[in-house]
């Protein structure tokens, strides 16, 4: 089994929750579950994310 | 009349070959390549009829500081030549089982290199882990060791092998079509003028259309992507347009876009054509959108960058449910990382080989679900990308060096890389 970090906002000092966000790029809108504080919204995007599926989608809308 | 300043290049004499200097005319919204040789007189080709504003087209492609050099003279890429290979053409074989209305090859000679000279030239052209490499002819499937040539193909290091053909023998022959495909071949680019037998026997001399999808459905069965390429003929098939893209998407994810070639006067034409003999980038931005009703747009389909703007288009694609189109690409929105600039051969590679080649079997089946979901787009881009891609070549009536240099396209001819259009430049009779 992976292990299950518990992420805290440091504003807000709660756990954050996988929640349904929003990606807009080059005219083009995405949703994926990102983890989100559910007080102040903040999200937190894992390297692995940015430079993995959201990489990925930047690269096959971007022009040749 | 009005001439345009930024229109100054070179081009030939379509009878003595020579270079000359030229420059761009500009008729209202048509703009011709006019130029004069000494010998032979002056001449005209249009190069764009008005149908989309010429100067938002071209964009940022200024001309070079040293543009007007000679760069016809076939001998291989010289050290001002502006764009690195992004595609090689090796002619594997002369040999050709059509007898075409219009082809850039020369069918007059028979000769088919040795095994060993075809392994010796791979070798020689393959930069590891990148080139793309396209098998063409005369007809590359008549050759019984094609299967070998893609295997050497593989091992000089070509990264992706594409397949230029006509479809007759991948129609008919599974188990020639099975080798090819286990040697290692990424994709296929197949001749495909029109959705009607009488295309066919206008353009070919003969009723093609079973064939066409008989090699489809063959392919589809060994996971090996098509690009269908159509020759655009005035008074043939410029009415088909809508028909070949309808018919290219319905055939989708086996079919993975549709590349139309203006037709070009190549080889055995026997004098320059008339100007309605020609189809421009302009023209068929227009019919694209015109007959396929808005579903395809010309806003959606970019001037190439790899290549000069004048020499092609390209639209990127996915194919949704019921055939639906969803466009990715659209003037001016091109990426963070991208300008109005030139692109490299490598982008442009990467691009063209990850459209055209059909993800492997395990991937499995793309959802066809909420594309707002990054999981779903991505899986559904994989598996059923479409390009709607354009190339026109140039002939001895409209060849512009400033296009010339920008060339990516590059034919490998005993150890020269030379652009496409210079290779098969040919002259007319006076």
Partial sequence: MPEQRVLICQQCQKALEPRKTDFTYLGHSFFTDILTCPGCGQVFIPEELAKGRISEVEKQLEDK | ?430
């Fill in chain 2, 1 to 430: 009349m009005e001439k345009d300043l930024r229109g100054e290049t070179f081009s030939v004499c379509p009878i003595c070959l020579k270079c000359v200097p030229a420059e761009r005319i500009r008729v209202g919204g048509a703009v011709f390549l006019r130029k004069r040789c000494e010998s032979h007189g002056p001449v005209q080709s249009v190069i764009w009829r008005g149908h989309a504003d010429f100067d938002a087209w071209i964009g940022g492609a200024e001309a070079a500081p040293n543009e007007k050099l000679h760069c016809t003279d076939c001998s291989g890429l010289c050290p001002d030549h502006l764009q690195k290979t992004c595609c090689v053409l090796l002619e594997v074989t002369k040999r050709c089982n059509l007898a075409c209305r219009f082809c850039f090859a020369d069918h007059a000679r028979q000769e088919e290199p040795p095994f060993a000279q075809v392994q010796s030239w791979l070798r020689e052209l393959a930069d590891p882990g990148k080139t793309l490499v396209q098998l063409s002819g005369g007809e590359p499937t008549l050759r019984d060791d094609l299967p070998d040539i893609i295997a050497a193909a593989k091992e000089a290091g070509c990264r992706h092998v594409q397949l230029n053909t006509n479809g007759i023998r991948l129609s008919a022959d599974r188990t020639y079509l099975r080798a090819l495909s286990d040697a290692g071949l990424s994709f296929v680019f197949m001749q495909f003028d029109g959705t009607t037998d009488a295309i066919y026997e206008s353009l070919r001399g003969k009723p093609l259309l079973g064939v066409k999808r008989q090699a489809i459905e063959n392919c589809a069965a060994e996971n090996l992507g098509v690009t269908l390429v159509p020759t655009l003929v005035p008074d043939v098939n410029m009415r088909n347009i809508g028909e070949i893209l309808c018919f290219g998407i319905s055939e989708a994810p086996a079919v993975r876009g549709v590349h139309f070639q203006p037709v070009s006067y190549f080889g055995r034409f026997p004098a320059m054509p008339a100007d309605d003999m020609r189809v421009t980038l302009d023209e068929l931005l227009f019919e694209i959108e015109q007959q396929t009703a808005g579903q395809i747009r010309a806003v959606n389909l970019l001037p190439s960058r790899c290549d000069h703007p004048l020499c092609g288009f390209h639209g990127d694609f996915m194919v949704a449910r019921d055939g639906v189109l969803v466009p990715l690409s659209q003037r001016g929105k091109t990426g963070a990382g991208c300008c109005s600039g030139p692109t490299t051969a490598e982008q442009s590679r990467a691009f063209v080989a990850r459209r055209w080649q059909r993800p492997p079997r395990s991937a499995g089946s793309a959802p066809c679900g909420d594309f707002g979901d990054m999981e779903t787009f991505l899986r559904r881009i994989q598996s059923h990308g479409f390009t709607v891609t354009a190339m026109a070549f140039q002939d001895a009536g409209n060849l512009d060096v400033e296009r010339l240099r920008r060339c990516s396209l590059h034919v490998f001819d005993n150890g020269r890389f030379v652009p496409f259009c210079a290779h098969y430049l040919s002259g007319w009779r006076a």
